[in-house]
């Protein structure tokens, strides 16, 4: 596809469970980023790709967050043991560079994270 | 932490009229961008201001940037239904910086 895609698009968990969101940039972009957005807030930053390298990573809330990208492409943010306020939609991002100057940060859908 | 506060939260209004919403931070930004945000959909960014004091139109939609590039205004002439969303501004502290901080949002209604 042309754009980010994101998969699942929706889940639900049950508490203490592990979730594994993927995210497919767009061909090519050398950035990718994850966010989370809980209801009714604007995106949070999460973590930051280089290829496949993990340049920062200081939004994660706990270590219970933990995501990867080992060939510089898909990319996987894990949640272990899922609490109620993971609740949230995590948004994948993905650019040529990075948010400089002229690099277009290009969203997915999101896939939406509900835990009871 | 939201360090982007927008004004107003929440707004409705009649196809046709005009409007503003602002973006506040006590923060310095090196670059402010605006999206807007579809239900079910991710941000897409509908310009990036970088320079203190600087205006940029898109069609109906005027953007301005802060003398002290510590805030933003969106204002939209002739509203259309069409413009209905999610509008959320978010700056970068640096040039290069590689998180950005979103601001609370404003959801836009326009009532045909």
Not at chain 1, 12 to 20: I, L, M, P, T, W
Not at chain 2, 21 to 38: A, D, G, H, I, P
Not at chain 2, 44 to 60: A, D, N
Request: aromatic share 10%; hydrophobic share 35%.
């Amino acid at each position: 596809g042309a754009g980010v895609s994101q998969s699942p698009r929706y889940k639900v968990a049950k508490r203490g469970q592990d979730v594994a969101l993927r995210c497919d940039p767009i061909s090519g972009h050398v950035s990718l980023f994850w966010y989370q957005q809980a209801l009714g807030q604007g995106p949070e930053f999460l973590t930051y790709f280089q290829n496949e390298a993990q340049l920062d990573k200081s939004g994660l809330p706990s270590d219970r967050f933990f995501a990867e990208r080992p060939e510089g492409s898909v990319s996987t943010l894990k949640i272990q043991r899922t609490q109620q306020e993971d609740s949230a939609v995590y948004l994948c991002a993905s650019s040529l560079g990075g948010t400089a100057l002229g690099n277009t940060i290009y969203f997915g859908e999101g896939s939406w994270l509900t835990v009871v | 932490t939201q360090l982007l506060e927008q004004s107003p939260q929440f707004l409705s209004i009649q196809e046709g009229e005009n409007l503003t919403v602002y973006c506040n931070s006590s923060s310095v930004f090196s670059s402010l961008q605006w999206y807007r945000q579809e239900p079910g959909e991710g941000p897409v960014l509908l310009v990036t201001v970088v320079t203190g004091g600087e205006v940029k139109k898109l069609k109906r939609l005027t953007f301005q940037f802060g003398d002290a590039r510590k805030d933003s205004s969106l204002h939209i002439t002739a509203a259309q239904p069409g413009d209905t969303g999610l509008y959320l501004c978010a700056g970068a502290y640096r040039t290069g910086a590689n998180n950005l901080f979103f601001g609370t949002g404003t959801r836009l209604t326009v009532i045909p």
